[in-house]
Structure formats: structure tokens, C-alpha cells
Nanobody, 120 residues
Framework: QVQLVESGGGLVQPGGSLRLSCAASGFSLDDYAVGWFRQAPGKGREAVACIGSRRDAIIAYSVSAQGRFTISKDNARDTVHLQMNSLRPEDTAVYYC????????????WGQGTQVSVST
């Protein structure tokens, strides 16, 4: 059974950093793509970053995330991380991780989300 559990969210001041974690079980990170997405109340879900399977070796970021966020896999610990630096108030959202065949396609399974709040 595929399971994803996000953690690491919290309240941070603008310019600060957070490191989100997505603990995966029921599948191998080598074989699937894992993406980070976010959603604010009343808004649609936005793709933030994605890291592909070992075969595809793809890393992609949204324009907003580019240069500030870094996605990585820790295969030994079955965990995907999202390092977020230079956080802005507009980064405030619930962050979800999802798993799919490839970054270019749909994600079939999602975690419960973790809240990120950027505020003074």
C-alpha cells in the first residue's frame, strides 16, 4: 500500500527556511517520480518541484521555486525532502507530496499535507 507522510512545516518569518520531508512506503523511490505541490485556501493545487525516477533523472521546479527551493531524495531512508530558503508570505500554503509514474504526468497518491506559514 502506497503511503506518503509529510512533515516539517511550521511558522517562519519572511526570508527564513524550512525543510519539508515526505516519508514514503509501499514503493521504491528509484521507480517513481515524487512531486511537491501546494494549495492555499480558495486556490488550486500548484506544482512546486518534482524529482523523477532513477531512470528518468529529472528535476523540475516552478518559476517561483527556482533558485530558492531544492528537492532531493534520500533513498536509504525512503524520504524526499524539499529545502525551502528565502521564504516569502506568498509561499504560505499546505504542502503535499505526491507519487506518479513521471514528473510530466499525474500523481496518483498524496500525503495528508503539512502547513507552511510565512509571516512576521
Amino acid at each position: 500500500q502506497v503511503q506518503l507522510v509529510e512533515s516539517g512545516g511550521g511558522l517562519v518569518q519572511p526570508g527564513g527556511s524550512l525543510r519539508l520531508s515526505c516519508a514514503a512506503s509501499g514503493f521504491s523511490l528509484d521507480d517513481y517520480a515524487v512531486g511537491w505541490f501546494r494549495q492555499a485556501p480558495g486556490k488550486g493545487r500548484e506544482a512546486v518541484a518534482c524529482i523523477g525516477s532513477r531512470r528518468d533523472a529529472i528535476i523540475a521546479y516552478s518559476v517561483s521555486a527556482q533558485g530558492r527551493f531544492t528537492i532531493s531524495k534520500d533513498n536509504a531512508r525512503d524520504t524526499v525532502h524539499l529545502q525551502m530558503n528565502s521564504l516569502r508570505p506568498e509561499d504560505t500554503a499546505v504542502y503535499y507530496c505526491g507519487v506518479g509514474r513521471e514528473c510530466e504526468g499525474r500523481m496518483g497518491n498524496w500525503g495528508q499535507g503539512t502547513q507552511v506559514s510565512v509571516s512576521t
